[in-house]
């Protein structure tokens, strides 16, 4: 396998890896290990050429950091890409050769599942580093993030309400879901068990079928969703949702969701605050999984009751970004990456301390 290193500016380390054996193409980087090793998600996707790969990586990687340190998980910031079709390119050889890639880290940067990787993909992972975690329970490991991510965005949802309104019931209150997967779902049951009104969407039938007979609700159309008249539109399922075409047409009072980079740019996070539209910063919203994962990499290992206390955190860390953005008349996603920013300096304080003592 021929690992180089790649230059990126900001970042403390990017290499790529091509292992022509097994046909792996990868990218690994570690945005920021001031606070532990980074942690991030395993992505195979079909992009069509490499350097799109890299491009996803490094955007990642970085919010990752943000994620960890706004959720003071003890961890960093890094991701790790398989340029290939999930479909077709997956093999024991191909993830055995991303195992040893990862493993060329040395504990610096930990893999998880991420989009396109599953829990199987892991395992064979994991024959060759140790520095995997996602899997299964009964494997000592702390297990599927999603539940963990759904409780703390409906934990968020809650927070957020009580920001537009005083008061964080979500009885008779509406909320447009998009995307009905692990934790779209998830949060949907949350929701209708507190008597909320759910509108939802997901590209695959079944799953709204399937939803509508456990929880209830209403249907629309998956292009319709974002343009749902509702108090929360909550996005929960692909990345850039909030974009110059469909900030127009949102009747919502609040985006709280759990997709990653659900504004195309940061300066949608400025219109939907000019818009009067809450944005609850998704890297604070959806920190549940990694809460969960850092539980299960912490002193004494995993343990459910701990983890689901520390994911209870997910409130207060989006009322300080709340409160900030009032009081500065900032956007509330640049007052979320403030609060990431100070944690990161106080963790680099400490550190610079010891080195001039040293
Ligand atoms: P998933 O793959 O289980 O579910 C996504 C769902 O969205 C699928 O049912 C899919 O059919 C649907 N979908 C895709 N495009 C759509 C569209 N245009 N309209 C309506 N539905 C659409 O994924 P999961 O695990 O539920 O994650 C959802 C989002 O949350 C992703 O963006 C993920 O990156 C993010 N996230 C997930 C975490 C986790 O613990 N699983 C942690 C943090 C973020």
Redesign the pocket.
Known sequence: MDITQVPAAGFEDVRRAVDPGSGLVAYIAVHDTTLGPALGGLRMWPYPDPGQGLSDVLRLAEGMTYKNAVARTGLGGGKAVIVGDPARDKSTALFHAMGRFVDAFAGRYITAE??GTCVEDMRLLGAATPHVTGLPLEEGSSGD??P??ALGVYLGIRATLAELTGSDSVRGRRVAI???????AGVGRLLAAQGATLVV????PD?VERFLREAGGRAVA?EE?LAADCDVLSP????GVIRDETLPRLRCRAVAG???NQLAEARHGVELARRGILYAPDFVI?A???INIAVGLGPGGYDPERARRRVESVPEALREVYSEARSRGISTHESALRLARRNLEAGRRPAAARERRA
Request: proline letters at 6%.
């Open positions: 991420d989009v993030p999603s963990h991510t998009q995307g009905l997967g692990a934790v779209g969407a997901d590209l695959e799953r998956p969703v929960c399922a692909l990345g759990a997709a990653n959806n549940g999984g990694v």
